[in-house]
């Protein structure tokens, strides 16, 4: 029996197996009606313990996109959960009825746990502050389509840079590539985790904080705004005061690059102002949209059949 590949960092891929999905997910976007049986008969877990609108519809419609079937739940308080049943044990029942698991969760490690137990690829979609791997490979994907490259670049990450678990996943694998800057605008108190300013200095990375947008604006080609986690903050009063530290508005972009790529994981609350999205440099929904590509390749990828 071959051995279960599962996604819970994105440092559980090579450099090699990224470019490949991104291969696959471009293959798919230009020829989708080639992929549209190749997991019929094949289903889909989606174990979501934690809201989530883009990562659990576009794992859907990968997997629908693919021919494949949709189980599971969108709310924990629906499932066996409510009655004391551990993680563990939902991964082992989902591997009972489907062939692979797309599970996010509220707690920071509960996908490590799960993947000791799952009996099928297990994805992680999300594990609190921690990782968002399909996020990343999402926003891998984006740029690739948009830039032609993954290297070389100067990236600006606003926002919460603290609790951004997409932040520090999209930092890590970007890090892989070469020539990649990094611009750091945060509020103090919401600014890059140290172990993460360590992986930087040790793949030799230039990066340097501000606090302004404005600051960065003219230097960057990709600028990546983040929202501040409402959900991560101990206190209401915190939260208050910094969630409106950066908003982006037409004004801001105007000494931008003309080639510039302005992302966004979604959702956003205040942090982008919706005149911008009427700006070409708005790339935020095609980001959304090329997670469903990349799903359906990691899909693929994790059964064995790209
Ligand atoms: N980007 C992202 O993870 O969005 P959702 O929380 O809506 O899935």
Redesign the pocket.
């Known amino acids: 029996m071959s051995e279960i590949r599962n996604l819970i960092n994105i440092t559980d891929f090579t450099t090699e197996e990224i470019d490949h999905l991104i291969e696959v997910a471009e293959d798919i976007m230009k020829d989708p009606v080639k992929y549209q049986d190749m997991c019929a008969h094949k289903k889909l877990a989606t174990l979501f313990f934690e809201?989530?609108?883009?990562?659990?519809l576009s794992f859907v419609a990968a997997m629908m996109e693919l021919g494949g079937n949709v189980l599971g739940f969108d709310d924990a308080g629906t499932s066996s959960t409510k009655k004391g049943e551990s993680v563990s044990d939902t991964v082992i029942m989902a591997g009972c009825y489907a062939d692979i698991i797309a599970m996010r969760h509220p707690k920071e490690g509960a996908p490590v746990i799960a993947a000791t137990k799952t009996t099928v690829p297990l994805i992680n979609a999300?594990d609190g502050g921690h990782f968002?791997p399909t996020?990343t490979l999402t926003d891998l994907l984006t740029i690739h389509q948009k830039k032609g490259r993954l290297d070389n670049f100067t990236v600006g990450l606003c926002g919460d840079l603290k609790f951004g678990r997409?932040v520090h996943s999209l930092i890590e694998a970007l890090l892989r590539y070469e020539g990649i800057k990094f611009a750091l605008i945060s509020p103090e108190e919401l600014k890059v985790p140290d172990y993460v300013k360590e992986s930087m200095n040790e793949a030799g990375a230039e990066w340097k904080e501000y606090q302004k947008l404005e600051d960065a604006m003219p230097e960057l080609d990709i600028l990546y705004m983040t929202r501040v986690q409402r959900e991560r903050f101990f206190n209401e009063e915190d939260y208050i005061r910094l969630k409106d530290s950066f908003i982006l508005t037409p004004d801001l972009l105007e000494p931008a690059k003309e080639d510039l790529i302005v992302m966004h994981?979604?959702?956003r609350v205040n942090e982008i102002s919706v005149e911008v999205d009427d700006d070409p440099r708005a790339t935020y929904f095609f980001q959304a949209l090329c997670g469903k590509y990349i799903r359906m390749a990691l899909i693929l990828y994790l059964l064995g059949m790209k």
């Open positions: 809201p989530s609108t883009r990562t659990r999300g968002h996020q997409t994981p979604l959702p």
